[in-house]
């Protein structure tokens, strides 16, 4: 069993920051690459940023030079840095990590969401 617990949403003026948080815990062997996607109403999920085991990194040009994404691999931790926030940032997140189990199987796991609100 794995689990992706998220942390670290709420609600913030435009401009400013919050820094989201996203454990995975449980039959891990390792992690290859996480990511963040967000889901806005009435909209699809999009993907966010994702990183590597290695700690390249993908961004949608919408967050570049806003949103950072970093990740602790002895954590099993991945972490999204986002300043400079706007209303249309506003979104549940996702976080999503490709876990090779012990039995050498590998999965997509996704975290419950936590909502981001960007609103003066």
């Known amino acids: 069993q794995v689990q992706l617990v998220e942390s670290g949403g709420g609600l913030v003026q435009p401009g400013g920051s919050l820094r989201l948080s996203c454990a995975a815990s449980?039959?891990?062997?390792?992690?290859?690459?996480m990511g963040w996607y967000r889901q806005a109403p009435g909209k699809e999920r999009e993907l966010v940023a994702t990183?590597?085991?290695?700690?390249?990194?993908n961004y949608v040009d919408s967050v570049k030079g806003r949103f950072t994404i970093s990740r602790d691999n002895a954590k099993n931790t991945v972490y999204l840095q986002m300043n400079s926030l706007k209303p249309e940032d506003t979104a549940v997140y996702y976080c999503?990590?490709?876990?090779?189990?012990?039995?050498?199987?590998?999965?997509?796991?996704w975290g419950q969401g936590t909502q981001v609100t960007v609103s003066s």
């Open positions: 999503n990590a490709e876990i090779l189990l012990s039995d050498a199987t590998l999965y997509p796991y």
């Open positions: 990183i590597t085991t290695s700690g390249n990194t």
């Open positions: 449980g039959n891990i062997f390792s992690i290859n690459a």
